[in-house]
T-cell receptor
């Protein structure tokens, strides 16, 4: 597609429940990034992929967060046993292969509310 | 010290004036510098990028980079109410990871 597609737009979970977010990058883009934005402020980097391989996962809280980018499937970000502080907008972005981090194109985000 | 620092604002400028947004970064080996605009409740969109020292102009926008001072700025000429948004500075450091600042909220007043 011509835009980064994120689903769902909104997700409400009770504390302790699982949350799964999806992202389809722009066709032809090899890099996928996940960011967390809390309270419309700082963008926190979570993880990046080069095709289906993890490129950088230094931002991922390892205990409860996991992510995958499998061939012919949307990428996913899964949070096991959600906590209140996981409430945020989760943005996915993609970019071309030519130069890492050049011109990130963002999806519209998934608003996760943990109650 | 944060990796990328911006004044959170709000920065208020009258319509037609020049808005000047500033950003400093800590990684001296940083290579690429980006300005994203984010309207409230929306996703960020790239408006400018700069790789070399000096100025880069695109329409009403000018990005300025000074690697010696570790400083990048965005000037918006003839500011319009539609420019009111949060402007995010993003920097690619030596680890090739894109790091965002917390953003500066710009308000263009009539």
């Amino acid at each position: 597609g011509e835009e980064v597609a994120q689903t769902p737009k909104h997700l409400v979970r009770g504390e302790g429940q699982k949350a799964k977010l999806y992202c389809a990058p722009i066709k032809g883009h090899s890099y996928v990034f996940w960011y967390q934005q809390v309270l419309k402020n700082e963008f926190k980097f979570l993880i990046s992929f080069q095709n289906e391989n993890v490129f950088d996962e230094t931002g991922m809280p390892k205990e409860r967060f996991s992510a995958k980018c499998l061939p012919n499937s949307p990428c996913s970000l899964e949070i096991q046993a959600t906590k209140l502080e996981d409430s945020a907008v989760y943005f996915c972005a993609s970019s071309l292969r030519d130069r890492l981090n050049e011109k990130l194109f963002f999806g519209s985000g998934t608003q996760l509310s943990v109650l | 010290q944060k990796e990328v620092e911006q004044n959170s604002g709000p920065l208020s400028v009258p319509e037609g004036a020049i808005a000047s947004l500033n950003c400093t970064y800590s990684d001296r080996g940083s290579q690429s510098f980006f300005w994203y605009r984010q309207y409230s409740g929306k996703s960020p969109e790239l408006i400018m990028f700069i790789y070399s020292n000096g100025d880069k102009e695109d329409g009403r926008f000018t990005a300025q980079l000074n690697k010696a001072s570790q400083y990048v700025s965005l000037l918006i000429r003839d500011s319009q109410p539609s420019d009111s948004a949060t402007y995010l500075c993003a920097v690619t450091g030596t680890a090739s990871k894109l790091t965002f600042g917390t953003g500066t909220r710009l308000q263009v007043t009539l």
